[in-house]
């Protein structure tokens, strides 16, 4: 099992700035291809970025791609999503993921585990 709680979203300005983190407990992090994905209301879960269990490869959403940066530490069991340039199409609930396998896939269903969400609210 692995747990996993976000943190460090919040209300900002268009343009601005913020950084989730999302921490991970139980089997090893170090294991696990890890996701961000979003929700707004009314729409279906979004993958917007992933990091492979190295962290040496990244992939992103068009829609975020140049603005977003996902990170991991695998010492501090944390994977970072680091988001500038905020739109207010960017406001939902952020959601971390882990996945045990060692595909790269954007597909929420096949993530393993999910955090509880973090909100993000970009004013215009």
């Known amino acids: 099992q692995v747990q996993l709680v976000e943190s460090g979203g919040g209300l900002v300005q268009a343009g601005g700035s913020l950084r989730l983190s999302c921490a991970a407990s139980g089997r090893s992090f170090s294991s696990y291809g890890m996701g961000w994905f979003r929700q707004a209301p009314g729409k279906e879960r979004e993958f917007v970025a992933l990091i492979r269990r190295s962290g040496g490869n990244t992939y992103y959403a068009a829609s975020v791609k140049g603005r977003f940066t996902i990170s991991r530490d695998n010492a501090k069991n944390t994977v970072y999503l680091q988001m500038n340039s905020l739109k207010p199409e960017d406001t939902a609930v952020y959601y971390c993921?882990?996945?045990?396998?060692?595909?790269?896939?954007?597909?929420?269903?096949?993530?393993?585990?999910w955090g509880q969400g973090t909100q993000v609210t970009v004013s215009s």
């Open positions: 993921a882990a996945e045990i396998s060692v595909r790269v896939t954007t597909t929420p269903s096949d993530y393993d585990y």
